[in-house]
Structure formats: C-alpha cells, structure tokens
C-alpha cells in the first residue's frame, strides 16, 4: 500500500484527485457548485465584495467566507488601496491556471519546480467612460506567459498546457460568451 508522501506530487494527493475525479464520474451533482459573491460599495470608488460557496441546493458547503477589496487608480480618481476589477481578473486567471497545471501535472507524474505566471492586458478607458462606442469598454486582449521549470519533455509540458487550457474555467469564461442575467433591485 502506498504511502502519503508516494502519492503526493506537487503538493497535490494524487490518490484524492483520482477518488474526487472519479466521484464526480459517478454522480455530476457531487462536482456541482454555485459561487457566489456580493459586493458593497464603500466609499468613493472602493468596493469590498465577500465570497462563499453554496451546492446547488443553495445549501452552504463551506463557512469560507472571502472579502476581497477593490479600488480604481488615481488617473480615474480612485486611491489604489486595492486592485481594480480588471487587474483582479488578471489575478483571477493566474490562480486558476496555476490549480490546473497543479493539478494536472501531478495526475501526470510531473513534478514542477518552478511555476509563475505573467499577464498583462490593454485597456482604453475612452470605452470605460462612454466617450467612444468603438472602443471596448474591457480588455482587447490579455496575454499570458507561463513559465515552467519540470521534470518534463517540452512534449509532456506542451500536452500539459493543452490540457489546463482546455479545462480552466476562467480561461472558458474569458474566451467564450457566458449568459448574464441582470436585475435592478430598487430599495
């Protein structure tokens, strides 16, 4: 019978992920989750928003609940007490993508020695403000340089970025439409 420490790579329990993976196999409710977070506006441009999750019985499955603040730059008036929306969703991308080479290249037998993302996007502010309607309110693009050291082929590390990149979620959300439901709510 394998050890713990013979299981784990990169910190990852490898026989845990193949029973969670293969759990969710078996019954897709166990791997469903709603996210949810609310925001509050505080003062100026700053926002604190909390974090929680719920099954889909709208059930709490954790009591883990995040805040994480906001704030805008100074060149839009804000005081940059925190990151603004756009860089969180940068930050966003790179704990996702970090999970899933993680994740996928213990399930692999890769060990990382070094792993670190960078990201950088363009944004026009004139779309922001309304003052041009040609000009995307968010990102044009984002850019991503993953940068790896393994004990790893450039093939095995290639067939891994494949694998991260057609599995993380938030590059699906990013790259693909996602349905959003609006509503005004007037107190």
């Known amino acids: 019978m394998a050890t713990r420490e013979e299981t784990t790579v990169n910190g990852v329990d490898v026989s845990a992920l193949e029973g969670a993976i293969e759990a969710i196999d078996e019954d897709a409710a166990v791997g469903a989750f709603t996210f949810r977070a609310e925001t509050e506006w505080e003062d100026a441009l700053q926002a604190t928003t909390t974090i929680d999750e719920f099954d889909q019985a709208g059930e709490t499955v954790h009591t883990r609940a995040f805040t994480l603040r906001g704030d805008e730059p100074e060149e839009i008036l804000g005081e940059r007490t925190a990151p603004n929306a756009v ?3 940068l930050g966003a991308l790179g704990s996702c993508l970090a999970v899933g080479y993680a994740a996928n290249a213990a399930a692999m037998g890769i060990e990382l020695e070094a792993l670190r993302f960078e990201m950088e996007g363009d944004v026009d502010l004139r779309g922001f403000l309304g003052l041009d309607e040609d000009v995307r309110p968010g990102y044009e ?47």
């Open 141 to 187: 693009s984002i850019a991503c340089t993953t940068r790896i050291e393994a004990d790893a082929t450039a093939e095995q590390l290639e067939e891994l970025r494949e694998r991260v990149e057609a599995t993380s979620p938030l590059m699906d959300a990013i790259t693909n439409e996602v349905a959003l439901v609006t509503r005004l709510e007037i107190e």
């Open 87 to 89: 860089e969180t969703l």
